[in-house]
């Protein structure tokens, strides 16, 4: 599968190396710049909700999850995968591009990222539980990928209150809980983080006015969105 872009750097990047040593700052910056320049062909032409009716571009997201993976883990290929995590579940690109541009362990991180197909026309709370179940048995570095990224999709939801309803974000609140309580361990920074983005949430929404039928009508037609 190919991107928006049709980019050579699906095919010319250098895989990570899922065994071999550590490599140098340059290569790390090699990779990681690779890495990026994928994510940002792959979701060039995907956005984001932000607050105030304002979309940013979707690679923030993924910046966001892999500094925060990149808290916790040192493994370029963890690092990587937080980069990639979302590419294949949106139909940007095929796992045998990952695997092919930075190896099998980067993509098999990623492919743990990635929802199956039958899940699309799932509530978000059914697939979050499906997620939950498979996470449940992947190794840790997969769990750490989910835990940033549920940390980064909390606070977004928090930034921008105003692009779903909240009893939406009650839900997905909870259902993310269920994501986290799966992946408990793997990392307890991250874990801390969950905590506290999940409760700001909860306050931020405690905090809300009622809305009006036309505005509760408005947002749910919004979905619940990236």
Known sequence: M???ADSDSFLNAAPCGAGSAAPGADSRFVVLTRAYDFAARAHAYQRRKGARGMDYPYLNHLCEVA???AEVSPDLDVIVAGILHDCVEDRHAALGDVREAFGAR????????????????LTTAERKRLQAESLANKPPEA???????????????????DRWTPLRLRAYLTSCQVVAEACA?????LDALFRQA??????ALDALPPLSAAETQALDKLGDGP
């Open 2 to 4: 190919t991107t928006p």
């Open 106 to 121: 980067v993509a098999l991180l990623v492919d743990a990222m990635t929802d199956k197909p039958e899940w699309e026309l």
């Open 198 to 203: 999940a409760s700001e949430l909860a306050a």
């Open 67 to 69: 500094a925060l993976v």
């Open 185 to 189: 361990g793997a990392s307890p920074r």
């Open 143 to 161: 769990k750490i990928v989910k835990m940033a990224d549920q940390v980064s999709n909390l606070r977004a939801r928090a930034k921008a209150l």
